[in-house]
């Protein structure tokens, strides 16, 4: 966090954290937590609620002037500024009238920005009886004080889930639909009983033992009784990759050989998406990283939201991608290669590599395609809540269009010539002081994978070689202590250690 220094004129480190009083605050329900920030004795809980109660105050005095209802105010504030809660939502959440009056007292104490009180309609009639500006037949108006529907325009039957407000009781992709099947790790369900959604339900949607066997049956299931298979999520998180913590027991009983049988497990299953008998469509939004990752470029074909951070990130906590990204990078290296004139393969290898190596993030859908994670056959949707729409009629096309699952082949790889290249070159960057001496090994076995290990240029090689290949350098990895230094790091605070 940075301030303005009034001395220098330059915005310099702040040098101060937040006091944890306030953050055990932040955690308590919302009208539990706007008593005790009201309440604080300290600047910090006072800042807090000083900011909250003069946005309720000004959205109540403007509502009439600047939107059509407050539903319009509180999907801007979300929309346009980032906020999880518009203010109404916060407000009627935390008990409107108790809010209310709080905000009141301040105004006639002086405490607030201006001396104008809340709005007649904020005390008396239809949103004081029934608690709040949201209902389920709308949102309120103050000009006509009616609450009034969402509209009713045909692009939004493209929305199955659109977004919603509090107190709107809108429909919950949690349970929508007709189950199939669930457990605490994913839901099977169907919304027409043609497709069958996987909905992954885990923190994070961490790909571990529970969300394979879940994947599995969900493919089994579409190849016997759908038209195909559609793996979305309503949240901003496809996946955040494969699920660390549930790893350590059994490295920490049986070592990385443990952890190599969960390592295959996850393999085979993405190849069983790959080759399925029916399309496997991944609906992607928000992070897919890591095992997220894999989970997408296995499947028969991606629908992204613009929105969309793609990549494969091991590197940051020591690892190699290890459920089938780098065999993916080789194999989509030895496909481009083959649609040009060209007989060597290690420049379309470059991409790919780097950005495993560098665990690079396309920051959109159209960067993530530049990196080699999209195809040009992927469909962009530029609207989030459109996703499962498009993913599902996506499927139902292909399926229609009578899908063949890919044709298991084996690809050339760049082998021992292609290894020695790009070692020389990380070599540079080791020495040079750009990486570390760890981060020059990791580098090293991840060219190992992508370039098929010592074998001659040009050896075809199958999928199942590179995946032999890629758990060979996990399991490697995990006994490594820098590794385990950075897997600890990143599981205690969330960011990744260099050493």
Not at 99 to 112: C, F, L, P, S
Request: proline content about 4%; aromatic content about 8%.
């Amino acid at each position: 966090m940075l301030r303005f220094d009034l001395d220098s004129e330059e915005y310099v480190a702040g040098g101060e954290k937040a006091d944890e009083v306030y953050a055990r605050m932040l955690k308590k329900p919302a009208a539990e937590r706007l008593k005790l920030l009201r309440n604080a004795e300290g600047k910090q809980g006072q800042f807090l609620w000083a900011i909250l109660r003069n946005s309720f105050h000004y959205a109540a005095i403007h509502l009439a002037t600047i939107a059509d209802n407050a539903r319009d105010v509180d999907f801007c504030m979300r929309w346009g500024f980032g906020m999880q809660q518009g203010p109404f939502e916060l407000w009627q959440e935390a008990g409107w009238l108790e809010v209310a009056k709080m905000v009141q007292e301040d105004i006639a104490a002086g405490k607030a920005l201006c001396k104008a009180p809340l709005p007649q309609w904020v005390f008396e009639g239809p949103v004081a009886e029934r608690g709040g500006v949201h209902q389920p037949e709308g949102s309120f108006n103050p000009t006509t004080g009616q609450f009034v529907a969402p509209r009713s325009l045909p692009v939004y039957a493209r929305q199955h889930f659109p977004e919603s407000v509090l107190g709107a009781n809108a429909a919950s992709a949690a349970t929508a639909g007709k189950t199939v099947f669930e457990d605490e790790s994913i839901r099977l369900w169907t919304l027409d009983g043609a497709i069958l959604i996987a909905s992954i339900k885990t923190k994070m949607h961490a790909i571990g033992p529970g969300v394979v066997e879940g994947l599995l049956q969900g493919q089994a299931l579409a190849e016997k009784d759908y038209q195909g298979l559609v793996i979305w999520s309503p949240d901003d998180m496809f996946s955040a990759g494969a699920d660390l913590q549930a790893m350590l027991p059994a490295f920490m009983i049986g070592g990385a050989a443990a952890v190599s049988g969960a390592e295959e497990e996850m393999q085979q299953a993405m190849l069983t998406l790959r080759y399925s008998n029916v399309p496997v469509i991944s609906a992607v939004r928000g992070l897919a990283l890591g095992g997220g990752c894999e989970l997408a470029v296995y499947s028969s074909r991606r629908v992204v939201a613009m929105e969309s951070y793609i990549g494969l990130v091991e590197v940051g906590v020591g690892l190699v991608p290890g459920a089938g990204g780098l065999t993916y990078i080789a194999r989509r290296a030895a496909e481009n290669m083959a649609l040009s004139t060209s007989k060597d393969l290690l420049p379309f290898l470059t991409e790919g590599f780097t950005g495993a190596a560098m665990a690079k993030v396309g920051t959109s859908a159209l960067e993530s395609r530049k990196l080699g994670y999209l195809l040009d056959s992927d469909v962009v949707v530029p609207h989030k809540d459109e996703l499962l729409f498009v993913a599902i009629n996506e499927a139902k096309a292909l399926f229609a269009g009578g899908y063949r699952a890919p044709h298991k082949r084996l690809f050339p790889v760049a082998g021992r010539s292609g290894i020695a290249t790009i070692t020389a070159q990380l070599v540079n960057m080791r020495d040079g002081g750009f990486i570390s001496a760890h981060d020059f090994h990791i580098a090293r076995l991840i060219a190992e994978v992508v370039c098929g290990g010592q074998v001659d240029a040009g050896t075809l090689v199958s999928e199942e070689y590179c995946m032999a290949m890629e758990r060979k350098a996990f399991g490697s990895l995990l006994n490594h202590p820098k590794t385990q230094e950075r897997i600890m790091g990143m599981m205690s605070t969330g960011k990744p250690v260099r050493n």
